[in-house]
């Protein structure tokens, strides 16, 4: 499986890959915040608490939200 950096332009930064990737978020019904170190994903997390998009940190709250 390839990752995702294999797929960009060498030349792709951080700043790129947030240019492209925030605008997603705000459009989301919700976030699932995966476990770990990750500079993006806290942006993500910041960029959806700051449009009171719900952030998750676990599939199961996910499908109990979904289920409403």
Known sequence: ????ASVLPGD???ED???VDLP???VS???????GLST???LETAEAMGRGIPVFHSVADVIAWANG
């Open 40 to 42: 993006g994903a806290d």
């Open 17 to 19: 890959w947030m240019g």
């Open 12 to 14: 792709t930064t951080h």
């Open 1 to 4: 499986m390839a990752s995702i």
């Open 24 to 26: 997603w978020v705000a």
């Open 29 to 35: 019904d919700a976030v699932l915040r995966l476990p």
